[in-house]
């Protein structure tokens, strides 16, 4: 059955807009019976509000989506780690084929590390921080909670050709660690990184990776796993696929590599 997904795949790559994604995210929730915040409550004047709503059986869902759809060309990590290598800021390091190195966790300093957290994509940062106040304001004007009420964001890279998922999360999985131990961000349970329409080489496409506050609580680590199922099913419905669920469990040890860019944008045709 053809959905807004679809609609989005059959446009040219370079003329998707925020909008059209938008758009589509809106049809996904309402596939997974959830609705606009602004369609079902009523949003106080000077209040900024998060995105969505779903009222689940277990739990509610305030889900907050932002987008990474701005492109620089020059804003690669190559060029961000050639720059610290010849500022002799690079210890350690293995070289690779084709002039490339790889970096690892001791390849710099701690400060320098969080150099590169914090510079990288500023815009990682700044969603979190919007979303955080989004999320806040929303829950102090919904009706009191009925049951359990988790609180998340959605980041999404609709356009920034110059970051895998794996690297999205590292960024975010900087910041909201930082932010959780200095007792921040009270109003984001969780984040959750994907891509819309972007790949990469020996990565499948729906690829996507969480952070929660504590994954021992059962009703959080539900809400997200609710979340990203209902997107499998969403995508396959969209592509007319069949979904199969496999027993193997990835290892969450495995450190990804930095410099892997996407390999381009989906496209989809008959």
Not at 64 to 87: I, N
Not at 94 to 123: M, T, V
Not at 196 to 215: C, F, G, V
Request: aromatic share 12%; net charge neutral; hydrophobic share 35%.
């Amino acid at each position: 059955m053809a959905n807004k997904l679809t609609n989005l795949l059959s446009l040219p790559t370079l003329k998707r807009t925020v909008i059209d994604y938008e758009e589509m995210y809106d049809d996904f929730v309402n596939f997974s019976g959830g609705s606009r915040i602004s369609g079902k409550f009523q949003v106080p004047g000077g209040k900024k509000n998060a995105d969505y709503h779903f009222d689940l059986e277990q739990f509610e869902i305030v889900l907050e989506l932002k987008q990474l759809s701005k492109y620089s060309a020059s804003g690669t990590v190559d060029q961000y780690f050639s720059k610290r290598l010849s500022e002799g800021k690079i210890r350690r390091f293995e070289y690779l084929p084709n002039n490339q190195i790889r970096i690892n966790p001791d390849s710099l300093e701690k400060s320098d590390w969080n150099d590169f957290y914090r510079r990288f994509r500023p815009a990682v940062s700044n969603n979190l921080k919007d979303a955080a106040i989004q999320l806040r304001d929303t829950e102090g004007f919904l009706p009191p909670a009925q049951k359990r009420r988790i609180k998340g964001v959605m980041l999404i890279n609709s356009g920034d050709f110059n970051l895998p998922t794996d690297l999205l999360f590292r960024l975010v999985e900087w910041k909201m660690k930082h932010e959780w131990k200095m007792e921040h961000f009270h109003s984001i349970d969780f984040v959750s990184c994907t891509t819309i329409d972007m790949y990469r080489e020996n990565q499948h496409p729906l690829h996507s990776r969480h952070i929660a506050r504590t994954t021992q609580d059962n009703d959080l680590v539900a809400a997200v796993h609710y979340l990203y199922d209902r997107w499998v099913y969403y995508a396959a419905s969209a592509l007319g696929l069949e979904v199969h669920y496999s027993e193997r469990i990835q290892d969450e040890k495995v450190q990804p590599e930095l410099g892997r860019p996407f390999a381009g944008k989906i496209v989809y045709g008959p």
